[in-house]
């Protein structure tokens, strides 16, 4: 039992021993670990002192050593000497996070260039690099701006763009890995604004390269039109190449130098973008804000049709609640203009209900008011969808339906309306019908030739082609009537006389006095010659309309210019000088009705 009791207390001895061993072994580890951190700070200083130049790597290992040696005296502050060792290491930290901003800012600015322009346009496709172009001229001199084609390469469009290489590849790892070691040590105050800085600048001199302008509200309304029209074109491509390459670019380049560092990385991109994406959406502000007018519509519908492509593009872009107030700024600015456009369009229609023009175009061509607006509306026609899409309505083809549809007939209506009021403006019947007949026939055949025929129908074709008839039908009345009269074989007969062969008597027996015999033929020459006179003038400019109308007359003055030739000239060639009173064969009345309606006096007196 002794024996036993020895061993027993001899292992416990041992155990103690061991354990002891043990805990001065954990000991001497554990001293040897805050030893070691309290040199920390000083095989470090050397390093920090250097600088990131030539060893950014070795730099951002020593800056990561000092971080772990603050955060080591802040949780041990009990060790005798560890505030001490603290403040050396925090002085250090600050002094290499200011070496790291000062490297990172310098990175920047080295590697940050504006995008040039060149590159800009190759990395669009044709299609969205079209900025709108030069604007027709209507009869009056008013300008309407074409319809733009975005849609023209709808695939080429819709693929991924190569986005520009905002800084070199091999910088963007050693950027992240800055502005990771600053954000960590709560330096991120000092990696933000060093990274707004140089790239909000950087981008606002990219888009000065492409051509931005800072244009104020107040430059915008003073600015002629002509001028605004341009720029606005250029706006166009500006937010399309903006949208897509530079914001998208700078979200990308973001996204690396942040790589999982929220909210920070939100934030950078938002303050970069923030001053460049609000210019932009200033101008197209004030233009929705400007004076409405009939031919600012379609650069409306384009910049309309701009924002409203490009919204689901902002709003990847522009994602999270940084960049909301720029979210939103953009799809007001569609709200907008796609307000202003509708009032634009329903201004148009009360527009060409008061024009007051009191000129009469004095040839009877088509008035300046009909082609304008007949222009008008074929480049409306070129928005269908976008106008149907502002109008509420589902593009269905749905006619009866359609707002669209109605809206164009009524400005058609109030068109042929005014036209009406203006052609009382003529003192000659003749040429009011003829005015009205040529605006008329403008009309329909311009209808005919666009898509405004599917909008207004066949109907409305076919009910217009015969007001043209009408109109033709009532010049002629107007125009003919007397001249015709002349040859009609009434009131010829003699009233008497001497029964001899004298200038007033009866030359063939049948009653017929020679006197008003003469007196008919010496009236319808002064008249037809009246009516070559001033029909000349006049014009018809369609040239199927014009020999139409001169085969209309042909056919009626013709035949009854021969029959009267027939059935009396014999007793006037039996009388002296025949040939002044019967001036005209009727070739001769033929080749000058082919005279009629080219605006040949007025022509001859321009030059």
């Given amino acids: 039992m002794g024996a036993a009791a020895d061993i027993e207390g001899l292992m416990v001895r041992t155990h103690a021993f061991r354990t002891a061993h043990e805990n001065i072994d954990s000991t ?40 772990a040696n603050v955060e080591f005296f802040s949780l041990n502050r009990s060790y005798k000497s560890s505030d001490g060792a603290l403040n ?3 002085g250090l930290l600050q002094k290499g996070m200011t070496k790291i901003e000062d490297e990172f800012k310098a990175l920047l600015v080295q590697h940050s260039k504006p995008v040039d322009p060149a590159r800009v346009h190759e ?13 027709p ?3 009056d001199g008013k300008r309407l701006t074409p319809p733009q084609s975005p849609g023209s390469e709808p695939t080429k469009a819709n693929l991924p763009l190569q986005l520009p290489v905002l800084i070199a590849p091999r910088i963007v790892p050693q950027l992240h890995e800055m502005a990771q070691r600053m954000i960590g040590a709560a330096f991120h105050q000092q990696c933000l604004k060093a990274y707004r800085d140089v790239r909000s600048s950087t981008l606002e001199q990219s888009l000065r390269k492409l051509g931005v302008e800072k244009l104020s509200k107040e430059d915008v309304q003073k600015m002629q039109w002509e001028a605004l029209e341009g720029k606005i074109g250029n706006w166009i491509q500006y937010m399309r190449a903006a949208v897509k390459l530079l914001f998208a670019g700078e ?4 996204d690396q130098v942040f790589y999982h560092l929220d909210p920070i990385r939100e934030k950078a991109f938002a303050e970069v973008t923030e001053s460049s994406m609000m210019m932009l959406l200033s101008f197209g502000d004030a233009i929705a804000r400007s004076k409405k007018s009939p031919e600012r519509l379609f650069v409306l519908l384009d910049m309309y049709e701009t924002m409203r492509d490009l919204l689901p593009e902002i709003e990847f872009v522009f994602s999270g609640e940084q960049a909301q107030p720029m979210r939103e700024a953009a799809k007001n600015l569609a709200k907008k203009l796609a307000q202003t456009a509708t009032e634009t369009f329903n201004d148009f229609e009360e527009a060409v209900e008061k024009d007051a023009t009191r000129t009469p175009v004095l040839d009877g061509t088509v008035h300046p008011l009909t082609s304008y607006v007949i222009n008008y509306i074929k480049f409306l026609l070129d928005y269908q969808t976008t106008l149907k899409q502002l109008f509420g309505e589902k593009d269905n083809g749905d006619k009866a339906t359609s707002k669209l549809a109605a809206a164009t007939m009524r400005i058609m209506l109030v068109l042929q309306s005014n036209l009406d009021g203006k052609s009382k403006l003529y003192k000659d019947v003749a040429l009011t019908n003829l ?3 040529n605006n008329t026939h403008y009309m329909v055949k311009s209808v005919r030739r666009s898509d405004a025929k599917e909008l207004l129908g066949d109907d409305w074709v076919q009910r217009h082609r015969r007001i043209v008839q009408q109109h033709a039908q009532g010049y002629q009345r107007a125009a003919w009537a007397k001249a015709l009269s002349y040859l009609s074989g009434s009131s010829l007969a003699s009233s008497g006389g001497s029964g001899g062969l004298g200038n007033s008597g009866d030359a063939s027996g049948t009653g017929i006095s020679r006197a008003v015999l003469k007196d008919r033929f010496k009236q319808f020459n002064t008249i037809f010659e009246e009516l070559h006179i001033r029909q000349s003038q006049w014009t018809i400019a369609d040239p199927e309309l014009r020999d139409a109308v001169r085969l209309q007359v042909a056919e009626v003055l013709l035949p009854a210019y021969r029959s009267f030739l027939k059935r009396y000239s014999s007793i006037l060639e039996n009388g002296k000088n025949p040939q002044k009173y019967i001036k005209y064969s009727p070739e001769d009345l033929e080749r000058l009705l082919g005279e009629f309606f080219e605006g040949k006096m007025r022509a001859d007196q321009r030059r």
Wanted: charged fraction near 20%; charge should be positive.
């Fill in 435 to 437: 005015f009205l007949m």
């Fill in 123 to 135: 990395a669009l496709p044709a299609a969205l690099r079209a900025s709108t172009a030069t604007s």
């Fill in 88 to 90: 050396h290491a925090r």
């Fill in 28 to 67: 001497l580890k554990a001293a040897e670990v805050v030893l070691t951190q309290f040199d920390v700070s000083r095989q470090m200083e050397a390093k920090i002192n250097r600088g990131p130049q030539g060893d950014l790597t070795g730099f951002l290992a020593a800056v990561d050593q000092l971080q």
């Fill in 137 to 139: 001229v209507a009869a």
């Fill in 251 to 254: 979200r990308k380049l973001c």
